[in-house]
């Protein structure tokens, strides 16, 4: 469901490559294993399952996903988990834990944004970083031309 809802397609996640083949599809599966684990448990530990986040949205916010895009795979989680118990849900004997179980997933969205957030505030940093590298560049190699063109006038007279 998650490499199907993926914006490029399914084309990213080719299964059974290896992690420099596939990174996305590899680290995708390798995290979201991990937040589900989290997930199952009565108290999910948040610096694991911040550090699974980061590992997910992270990539998708240097390819310039947006937040929805980027932290939307929580919501096709909780839906796969729904369609698998939906018999259980359906005779009532889940309906507590279904309940629990999506407040867990709506605090990880809630912090999967955070992470995204993060996410987006240093690549724009560095962007900055880069156009100020650039610019500062840009006006020593000017201050060299200027430089050489007032030796060759000097040069002349």
């Excluded at 999967?112 to 240093?122: I, K, L, N, P, T």
């Excluded at 020593?140 to 007032?150: K, N, Q, Y």
């Amino acid at each position: 469901m998650i490499a199907a809802a993926h914006p490029a397609g399914t084309a990213p996640f080719a299964k059974g490559r290896d992690e420099f083949h596939d990174p996305e599809g590899r680290t995708l599966s390798r995290e979201t294993a991990a937040l589900y684990d989290e997930l199952l448990q009565d108290r999910m530990d948040s610096g694991r399952v911040c550090a699974s986040l980061d590992g997910i949205v992270r990539m998708r916010a240097v390819q310039e996903f947006s937040p929805g895009q980027a932290t939307g795979f929580l919501f096709l989680l909780k839906e796969a988990i729904a369609e698998e118990l939906a018999g259980e849900m359906e005779q009532g004997r889940l309906f507590r834990q279904w309940l629990e179980f999506e407040a867990r997933v709506d605090r990880v969205v809630s912090l999967a944004f955070d992470v995204y957030s993060q996410c987006r505030e240093q690549v724009c940093q560095l962007r900055v970083k880069e156009i100020s590298t650039d610019r500062d560049l840009a006006f020593r190699l000017l201050e060299l031309v200027e430089g050489a063109g007032r030796k060759r006038v000097e040069a002349a007279e």
